[in-house]
Structures are given as C-alpha cells and as structure tokens.
C-alpha cells in the first residue's frame, strides 16, 4: 500500500512541472490528471491492475505531449508498480527509458533518482553485485550537486546490501553516515526504516542491547506516523530482542502486536467489494460466537490446557534426544579435531625441523664461503699493502691502489651480507655503552669528507646544544647506519649540499628523543621507488647500479638495524630535488655526565681531510668498510716498534704465512712459523715467545685445540687469533678457549698492531 501511494505523490510531482503549449496539448495533461486522480481512487481499494491501465495510458498521453521530463517520471511510476507485482523485466524496460530520458534532459538530479530506483529492483532481484553499481552511479552525482539527502537514501540501501549479504558490521557503519540527514527529511519512512535496518545488524551479531534500542525508535516513529508493514516487523523484531535478553512478557507483548498488524494488513490487502448481504451475515456469524456458552468455553480450556500438556511432553523429549543427538555430534567432531590438530603438529614439526635444518645449513654455507672467500682475499689485501710500502712508482701505486680498493669493495660485500643475514636471523645484539653522539657523528663525517672532497660537496652539520654529552646507546651500529646514509648521499650528489642534523624531540629524566635527518639536494628518488630501495640488493634502477656502483644492501641494512634499536628510516624525496632521510631514536641518559670532551670543528676537520698533490688521507676503499674502523679510540696505529719481539706465526697456507711474517719482520720482530697445532704445542713447549698469532682451521689439531694445550702450560702468554671465520657465533667461544683477542683475516694494519699493542700491554709486556 506504501509502495503504491509513493507512485502517486511522484505522478503528482510530475505535473507540478509547467508546460508552455497549445490549447489541445492543455487537454492532454488536464486528461493525464484526470488519470491521476482515477488511480488514486483505485489504488485506495487496492485496485493494482486497474491503476496499472491508468499510468500505462498517462504515459502515451506523455508521449503525445513529447515532454521528456514528464515521460520520464511517468516511466518510474510505471516501474514502481511493475515491481509491486514482482515483474521486474518490465519494470526494467520503464526505468531504463526514464533513465535515458534523465540523460538527455542533463537532469542530473532526478538521473540521480532513477539509478537509485534502478538499484532497488536489483535489491528486490538479490542482483547485489549490479546494484551496487548503480547505487555507486547515484551517490556521486550527488556528492557533486551537493544533495546530502539523497546521498543519504543511497547510503541506507548500500547498508540494506552489506546486510543480506551478511556483513553486519559494514551494514552499520554506513547507514550510520545517513542516519543524521535521514532524520532531517519530511518523510519519516526512510529514518525509521534504517533505524530497523541498524537494529536488525545489531541483532544479526548478537548486540541485543543496541539492537533494542534502535529498532524501539523505529517501532515508535512507525507507530506515530502509521507506517503498519514497519510497525508490525519492528513489532516482531522487538519481540525477538526481548526473548534474547530474557524479558518473555516484553516478547510476548510485541510478538501479539506483530500479529494483530499482521492479521489487519492481511484483511486490508484482500481486493474484495462486500456487499451488505455479506456483511450482514458476517455481524450474525459475530453474534453466534459471542454468544457461545460458557460450557463451550470450559471445554474449550481443557481442550487447550491438554494440547499444551502434550505439546510440553513432546517438546521436553525432541529437546533431550536434539541434547543427546548434540552430545554425539560433539564427541564426533571433537574426535575429528583432535586428529587434525595432531596431524598439522606433526605437520609444523616437521616443517619447522627442515626450516632450522636450512638455517643451519645456510649459516654453515655463509661460514664455509666466507672463509674461503676471506683465505685468498687476505692475500690479494696483503700482498697490495706490502707493494705500497716498497716505494712503488706513481704509475705503480695507481694500480696498487685500485687493486686494493677491489679488495676492500670485496670485503665490505661479503661483511654486508654477513650482517643482513645475521639481522634476518635475529641473531645481531645491541652492544651498549657510553659515548658523546656528536663527537661520533664528528667522526663518522671525518671518514667520509675526502669522498666528499672529491665529489665537491659540502657537508653541513647543525647539532642541537640542549643533548646532552653522553647517551646510553649501540655507538658502532649508530654509526654504520650514518656511514650508510651519509656516504649515499655523498654518492648521489655532486657538486651540491649536505646536511647532518641532530633535533632534540622530547626528554625525560632517564631518556632523551632525537630525530636525525641526512638530507641533500642531490639526483632524487621518484615515488615508485621510494619503497623498493630498502629492499635486498635494490638501487632504484640498473642505469644508477651502472653509474654509481654498489650492492644495495646499504639501505636494507640501515633499515633492519633501525627495527633492532627501535625505530624505523622515513624517506622524502623529489626527482631533482634531493632526498631527506630521517629516524627518531630514543636514548638513555647516563646518570653521571662527564666533562665536554675536546671535539675538532667541522670546519679545521674538512682543511685536514682536502686532498692534495702525493696524498690522500682516506681513499674510497676506506670509506667503504669505515662502520668496521671506527672505534672509541681516537688513535690509529699504521705501524709498530717490535724490535726484539719474538712471535709466533701458526699457519698452514704459504703465501699467508709469507705476509704475516713480512709484515711483522718489517716493523722489527723476529718470527718463527708453524704450520700446523701440534708442531705450535711443541714449539711453543720448546723455546719462550711473546705473541703467538695462531689460525684456526688447520690439518692435524686446530687453532682452538692447539690453544687449550698451551694453556695447560703457559697461562700468561699472548695468543691472538688470526683467523678467517665467521666471528659472529663463536667470539666467545674464542674467549672462553684461552684466547687473548681476536683479528679477523683479511684486517687493516692499524687494527692489526693496534690489538697486538693491546695484548703485549695486558700481558706486562709493554712496548717501548
């Protein structure tokens, strides 16, 4: 009946659109009213099919008029009523001409209407999917006429949607951003109906509480406005609420007004004409059951109190075989479930064996590798070191160079990947101790200057003086990741600017908050590969790979050392422009701070570090592993008095056996060489040696072995390993093996003598 007086109040708006015509085209419309006022007549007694004669006729009287406005609204009538009597093809071919008409009108508006009225005899089909589209069509167009209501329409039934088909939690969500502008309109139907739509969501995932209160506002507004087909579902759903939340009375009340609405509506819809014959007879037939006897109406009670005696029975016994039915069901599915979970343990057993199996044998393939890799580059490194150091000519010492840039490019690979693995795997810790930020970032830009030097470009660095002087914080990998940005930013900026800044954020009394940024007005990074670069071996382009070299997994590790200390690398970039790199970093603040310590300018550090005619105080090899070399001491040791040292050199491979040896004969110590343990046990038994420098992996008895002997005889003696392993697991093992220290192979000199120093000293054996 709604549906049907909806149809009308459109028609009738149809015709408050004015017409400049004829006089005969003025008798057309007065007979298209006069259609009109017929169908409200008829549809008042429920007269569908005759009211359907009266739109069909009103629309080639529209026709006549070859008004395109007046045809269109025509045309959805004729729709609505097609889909009142579910034939929905033609009210498809209606629609779809009013829609037609709309677009040709560039009625953007009542094109509006018409898609939204398209999509709800799609609704009506269960044809979701296109109903969406054209809810979609409508919504937009009236986002852009600035139409909220009808946007609000739009959004009620995309939540009636997302309700059949299932999703509750959408369903709310939208009709929720309608809900406002739907209680604003004249017509109360479309608030009280979505209202009952929240509700029933509510209902649906079992929020019983909102679910009443919504749908009650609803059943009110139907009820004072006498919307009965609302009133009597919102009855109904009221009733069912009740019953989940235990308040049967409240239940049964709203389940009897359902039903009395119900049974109202079911007598109204029944197209019949009674004449006073009939209902004559109906007020006799009333009569006759009033006046039934009150012995009738006893029997009547019994009868009934028996029926529900019965029905009782029957209910408590299908109730305790469905229990028993359930009980079994239970224990079936259960059963079930137990072998399916020990199926998929026995599953994720296994699956987890072989992932550690691979991680094991990933580690002893990175181990094994590196190992081989690091035996002949110790060579390459070392025999390059000696040749620079024998006065080679200019043409010489080119080559000499370059040859010991290779090496070192090749040693820094093989520790990048050494350390993304040992980051991947959560193996890598934080180490930390004190120390002064801006003294280590001081450093870190002292490393990188002479690249910059050469690149021409300027390094600017502005430090914030309210930090204060020493933090709590992991000061090697901070400064491997500045090493990384830095030297980036270096590499892809010339002639150009950097800056190097460290903002205080926020400080407590136990922490402090910087943010630090490397930005640079360099090539620039676009936006589709801003995200790709901090993946493995990624450079943004091969064009860039070709140009600037490098592995691309700089940025990567930068990133995973990040996630270790806590925080996470953000990136702003334009091609052209630059790049600004940035993280904020929580530190700890010691409790006793120590005294400013001397710290060289910015400025006196890039005089000292300006290339010139014959010298280069840090070549690019040496920036390149410079997260490796920079240390707490400010003091690099490039060579060593050893004179009168005796040293032990524990080797199997010749040609390292003739650089070790070299080396350490060069700067003054007489050497004795072993090529394997034992031959190291006995010699050592034999005559007395202030170092031992021994390796590890040998034939016969190893390093570590060949060490525990010695110990059993000589605690005091200095024995160092210089060894090719991955260091990584095993340092303390080393250690805990009666170890002194350890060099790994291939090392830089001033590591070397700067750790056989060190051993002497902790040996009361001080060099002079």
């Given at each position: 009946?709604?549906?049907?007086?909806?149809?009308?109040?459109l028609?009738?708006l149809?015709?408050s659109?004015s017409?400049?015509?004829?006089?005969?085209?003025?008798?057309?419309e007065?007979?298209i009213k006069?259609?009109?006022?017929t169908?409200?007549?008829?549809?008042?007694n429920?007269?569908?099919?005759?009211?359907?004669?009266?739109?069909?006729?009103?629309?080639y009287?529209?026709?006549?008029?070859?008004?395109?406005?007046?045809?269109?609204?025509t045309?959805?009538?004729?729709?609505?009523?097609?889909?009142?009597?579910?034939?929905y093809?033609a009210a498809?071919?209606n629609?779809?001409?009013?829609?037609?008409?709309?677009?040709?009108?560039?009625n953007?508006?009542y094109?509006?209407?018409?898609?939204?009225e398209?999509?709800?005899?799609?609704?009506?089909?269960?044809?979701?999917s296109?109903?969406?589209d054209?809810?979609d069509l409508?919504?937009s167009?009236?986002?852009?006429?600035q139409?909220?209501?009808?946007?609000?329409?739009v959004?009620?039934e995309?939540?009636?949607?997302?309700?059949?088909?299932?999703?509750?939690?959408?369903?709310?969500?939208v009709?929720?951003?309608?809900?406002?502008?739907?209680?604003?309109?004249p017509?109360k139907?479309?608030?009280?109906?979505?209202?009952y739509?929240?509700?029933?969501?509510?209902?649906?995932?079992f929020?019983?509480e909102?679910?009443?209160?919504n749908?009650q506002?609803?059943f009110?507004?139907?009820?004072?406005?006498?919307?009965?087909?609302?009133?009597?579902?919102?009855?109904?759903?009221?009733?069912?609420?009740?019953?989940?939340?235990?308040?049967?009375?409240?239940?049964v009340?709203?389940?009897?007004?359902?039903?009395?609405?119900?049974?109202?509506?079911?007598?109204?819809?029944k197209?019949?004409?009674?004449?006073?014959?009939?209902?004559?007879?109906l007020?006799?037939?009333?009569?006759?059951?009033?006046?039934?006897?009150?012995?009738?109406l006893?029997?009547?009670?019994d009868i009934?109190?028996?029926?529900?005696?019965?029905?009782?029975?029957?209910?408590?016994?299908?109730?305790?075989?469905?229990?028993?039915l359930?009980?079994?069901?239970n224990?079936?599915?259960r059963?079930k479930?137990?072998?399916?979970?020990?199926?998929?343990r026995d599953?994720l057993?296994e699956?987890?064996?072989?992932?550690?199996?691979?991680?094991?044998?990933?580690?002893?393939?990175?181990s094994?590798?590196?190992?081989?890799?690091?035996?002949?580059?110790?060579?390459?490194t070392g025999?390059?070191?000696?040749?620079?150091?024998?006065?080679?000519?200019?043409?010489?010492?080119?080559?000499?160079?370059?040859?010991?840039?290779?090496?070192?490019?090749?040693?820094?690979?093989?520790n990048?990947?050494?350390?993304?693995?040992?980051?991947?795997?959560?193996?890598?810790?934080?180490?930390?101790?004190?120390?002064?930020l801006?003294?280590r970032?001081?450093?870190?830009?002292?490393?990188?200057?002479?690249?910059?030097?050469?690149?021409?470009?300027?390094?600017?660095?502005?430090?914030?003086?309210?930090?204060?002087?020493?933090?709590?914080g992991?000061?090697?990998?901070?400064?491997?990741?500045?090493?990384?940005?830095?030297?980036?930013?270096?590499?892809?900026?010339k002639?150009?600017?950097?800056?190097?800044?460290?903002?205080?954020?926020?400080?407590?009394?136990?922490?402090?908050n910087?943010r630090?940024?490397?930005?640079?007005?360099?090539?620039?990074?676009?936006?589709e590969?801003?995200?790709l670069?901090?993946?493995n071996?990624?450079?943004?382009?091969?064009?860039?790979?070709?140009e600037f070299?490098?592995?691309?997994?700089?940025l990567?590790?930068?990133?995973?050392?990040?996630?270790?200390?806590?925080s996470?690398?953000?990136?702003?970039?334009?091609?052209?422009?630059?790049?600004?790199?940035?993280?904020?970093?929580?530190?700890?603040?010691?409790?006793?701070?120590?005294?400013?310590?001397?710290?060289?300018?910015?400025?006196?550090?890039?005089?000292?570090?300006m290339?010139?005619?014959?010298q280069?105080?840090?070549?690019?090899?040496?920036?390149?592993?410079?997260?490796k070399?920079?240390?707490?001491?400010?003091?690099?040791?490039?060579?060593?008095?050893?004179?009168?040292?005796?040293?032990?050199?524990?080797?199997?491979n010749k040609i390292?056996?003739?650089?070790t040896?070299?080396?350490?004969?060069k700067?003054g110590?007489?050497?004795?060489?072993?090529?394997?343990?034992?031959?190291?046990?006995?010699?050592?038994n034999?005559l007395?040696?202030?170092?031992v420098l021994m390796?590890?992996?040998?034939?016969?008895?190893g390093g570590?072995?060949?060490?525990k002997?010695?110990?059993?005889?000589?605690?005091?003696?200095p024995?160092i390993?210089?060894?090719?392993?991955?260091?990584e697991?095993?340092?303390?093992?080393?250690?805990?093996?009666?170890?002194?220290a350890?060099?790994?192979?291939?090392?830089?000199?001033?590591?070397?003598?700067?750790?056989?120093k060190?051993?002497?000293?902790?040996?009361?054996?001080?060099?002079?």
């Amino acid at each position: 009946m709604k549906h049907l007086y909806t149809l009308i109040l459109l028609l009738l708006l149809t015709f408050s659109h004015s017409f400049s015509q004829t006089k005969k085209l003025l008798t057309n419309e007065e007979t298209i009213k006069i259609k009109i006022n017929t169908l409200v007549n008829r549809s008042k007694n429920q007269s569908v099919q005759e009211a359907q004669n009266n739109l069909q006729e009103a629309l080639y009287l529209s026709k006549g008029l070859n008004d395109s406005f007046l045809i269109a609204n025509t045309s959805v009538a004729v729709a609505k009523l097609y889909s009142i009597q579910k034939d929905y093809a033609a009210a498809e071919v209606n629609m779809l001409r009013a829609i037609q008409e709309y677009r040709d009108l560039k009625n953007k508006e009542y094109l509006g209407i018409a898609y939204r009225e398209y999509a709800q005899l799609f609704i009506l089909q269960g044809k979701y999917s296109r109903a969406k589209d054209y809810l979609d069509l409508a919504e937009s167009i009236f986002e852009e006429e600035q139409l909220p209501l009808n946007k609000a329409y739009v959004l009620k039934e995309k939540g009636r949607i997302a309700y059949e088909e299932g999703d509750y939690i959408t369903a709310i969500e939208v009709i929720n951003l309608a809900i406002e502008d739907l209680s604003d309109s004249p017509d109360k139907y479309p608030y009280a109906h979505a209202l009952y739509l929240i509700g029933k969501s509510h209902f649906a995932n079992f929020n019983y509480e909102f679910a009443e209160k919504n749908v009650q506002r609803s059943f009110e507004i139907s009820k004072r406005y006498k919307y009965k087909n609302l009133q009597a579902d919102t009855a109904l759903l009221l009733s069912q609420v009740s019953s989940q939340l235990n308040d049967d009375k409240k239940a049964v009340r709203y389940l009897t007004i359902s039903n009395e609405i119900n049974k109202e509506l079911s007598l109204n819809s029944k197209n019949i004409s009674l004449d006073e014959e009939a209902l004559r007879k109906l007020e006799e037939k009333d009569e006759v059951i009033t006046n039934l006897s009150e012995v009738n109406l006893q029997q009547e009670k019994d009868i009934k109190l028996n029926t529900l005696i019965t029905l009782l029975s029957i209910a408590f016994i299908t109730i305790l075989s469905l229990l028993t039915l359930s009980l079994y069901k239970n224990n079936k599915i259960r059963d079930k479930a137990n072998v399916l979970l020990l199926k998929q343990r026995d599953e994720l057993k296994e699956a987890k064996e072989k992932a550690e199996k691979a991680t094991r044998a990933k580690a002893q393939f990175l181990s094994t590798i590196t190992h081989e890799l690091r035996t002949p580059l110790y060579a390459v490194t070392g025999l390059t070191n000696l040749l620079l150091g024998e006065n080679p000519t200019k043409e010489q010492k080119q080559h000499l160079n370059s040859l010991k840039f290779s090496g070192d490019y090749l040693l820094s690979l093989i520790n990048n990947i050494l350390d993304l693995n040992k980051l991947e795997a959560n193996k890598a810790g934080l180490r930390v101790d004190k120390f002064n930020l801006k003294k280590r970032i001081l450093e870190v830009i002292t490393a990188l200057n002479y690249s910059a030097n050469k690149s021409n470009v300027n390094v600017d660095f502005e430090f914030d003086d309210q930090i204060p002087n020493l933090l709590n914080g992991d000061s090697i990998k901070l400064s491997q990741v500045l090493i990384n940005l830095i030297g980036n930013a270096i590499k892809f900026t010339k002639n150009g600017d950097i800056w190097v800044r460290v903002i205080k954020n926020s400080e407590t009394s136990k922490t402090t908050n910087l943010r630090i940024e490397i930005e640079d007005n360099g090539l620039g990074i676009s936006k589709e590969q801003q995200e790709l670069i901090f993946e493995n071996f990624s450079q943004g382009s091969l064009d860039i790979n070709r140009e600037f070299g490098g592995t691309g997994l700089g940025l990567s590790i930068t990133k995973q050392i990040l996630k270790l200390m806590g925080s996470s690398i953000k990136l702003e970039s334009e091609i052209g422009k630059g790049s600004k790199f940035y993280f904020d970093i929580v530190f700890e603040i010691p409790e006793i701070q120590e005294g400013t310590p001397e710290i060289i300018p910015l400025e006196d550090i890039k005089k000292l570090t300006m290339p010139s005619d014959g010298q280069e105080n840090l070549k690019d090899s040496e920036a390149i592993s410079a997260s490796k070399t920079i240390e707490d001491s400010p003091t690099k040791i490039e060579s060593l008095k050893l004179d009168n040292r005796h040293i032990l050199v524990v080797e199997d491979n010749k040609i390292n056996q003739m650089i070790t040896r070299k080396i350490l004969e060069k700067n003054g110590a007489t050497c004795v060489v072993a090529d394997n343990g034992e031959k190291a046990v006995a010699v050592c038994n034999e005559l007395e040696f202030d170092l031992v420098l021994m390796d590890i992996h040998m034939p016969g008895i190893g390093g570590i072995e060949a060490t525990k002997q010695i110990r059993e005889f000589n605690s005091t003696l200095p024995i160092i390993a210089l060894t090719a392993v991955t260091l990584e697991d095993d340092g303390k093992a080393f250690y805990d093996n009666g170890f002194s220290a350890i060099i790994p192979k291939p090392f830089k000199q001033e590591e070397f003598f700067e750790t056989i120093k060190l051993a002497l000293n902790a040996a009361d054996k001080p060099l002079t």
